[in-house]
């Protein structure tokens, strides 16, 4: 669904996938299963404005809790409700039904800073 | 602790092999979980698992006076019939909890304490000071015994291929049984809330066991499990986790586990500081914690009622079988009543909780 060849990615492991100025955000397929179990995931509220790099949402595992870090500034215009109540869909498709929310970019050029797919994939060998 | 100084169990290389995730615990290189905790949490419940259960120790008491002592070691009422053992704590002087232990009593006058890994040391130390002047050996084995613990409700089948006679074997019962030219101690106990039974062997010998269990334990849906789901399985059962749950600033009854303190009989340590702080009564007790709310709480999380702090969750997770957060906390009087009202305080948020009477769910043994 959002392919991870076209994503970009940030060194703490979560995705974006652009749509002009409307970015798509997940985590990881590395960052899935090295966080595992995915029981809880508590996100931002459409609406919300979130920053670049800053923790905005807390994914947690039987185990522990991870913070998301927001891969780009902007305002939160959409949710996926679905992990609410299926928090597994995160491991089972992260660059699929696992999406986590949609962010209108407040700056584009914050996708500048990201890694694409092939460099990001060398980081986590 | 820097991981090239990590105690290794024999099974170290299996455990790896077998895709286990390792980590360190109290000073041992362990496998947190293989394919995952959730669904080892489900074999266990629905069909059967193997742990890994080496680092726990092994104490051999024996002599005339090995009864005596392992009396006055444990508050609870021990028992001194061949092949069954006794779940108990453990006191120092000042009614604090040292360690909380399975004794089995092998002959009338030989004994097994299986202790916990982290106080493997301390525990000994304390046996061996009592002992002095009395007629006992003990027998420091831990480093000579592997241990695997076979937990689920298809384990009896299962260790049955392998050790004939396990039908009879009472819960909290033991039996030596032969097993490749050595003689297995063979327990009908486990910390999973399930059936299943915990086979003590040499180095040698636990290799061997679990290659067979791998082989042929398939066909009872047995995975191997890490300490992930030992953890999820054994809060939902309401077993204790000594360290975490108790240690030697609480006494059995703050920890909820008043049963095994046996008053009316002769005398053990700590009993006399035992009577005189429960005459003074207590302020706190391990409480079960059941999220109604969204959320998972961890180990450390305050607990409130309205501005009030009531406590402090000392293990929390969420719990697989009954798809919400659980916990077990330190939790003021005000607490103590089943189904009263609290709130847990996750990543800065109150969630609504309710006290539980343990267990979470009903346990099958």
Known sequence: ?125 | MNSSFLARTPLFDRLVQAGGRMVDFHGWEMPVQFGGILSEHRAVRTACGVFDVSHMGQVFLSGPDAHRLVERLNCNRMSREPGRGTYSHMLADDGGILDDAITFCLAPDRFLAIVNAATDETDFDWMQRQAEGIDVQLDHASSRYGMLAVQGPNAPALVAEFFPGTRDIPRFGAAGIPYGGETAIVMHTGYTGEDGFEVALSPEGIGAFWDELMARGGRHGLVPCGLGSRDTLRLEAGYLLYGADADATRTPYEANCGWVVKMQKDDFIGREALARRKEAGFTEKLTGVRLLGRGVPRAGCSVWQGDRPVGTLTSATFAPSLQTGIGVGYLAPEAWAPATRVEVDIHGKRIEAETVRGPFRKNSV
Request: glycine share 6%.
């Open chain 1, 1 to 125: 669904m959002f392919d991870e060849k076209q994503c970009r990615f940030a060194a703490s492991h979560e995705w974006a996938f652009a749509e002009g100025e409307v970015v798509t955000v997940g985590i990881s397929d590395y960052a899935q299963k090295e966080i595992s179990d995915i029981v809880f995931v508590e996100l931002p509220k459409a609406g919300a404005a979130v920053t670049q790099g800053k923790a905005c949402a807390v994914i947690e595992s039987v185990k522990a809790a991870a913070d998301f870090m927001a891969p780009a500034s902007g305002e939160v215009i959409e949710v996926n409700d679905a992990l609410v109540d299926n928090p597994a869909l995160v491991n089972q498709s992260p660059h699929g039904e696992g999406w986590f929310f949609k962010i209108r970019m407040s700056n584009p050029a914050d996708l500048d800073a990201l890694m694409d797919f092939e460099a990001y994939r060398k980081t986590v060998q």
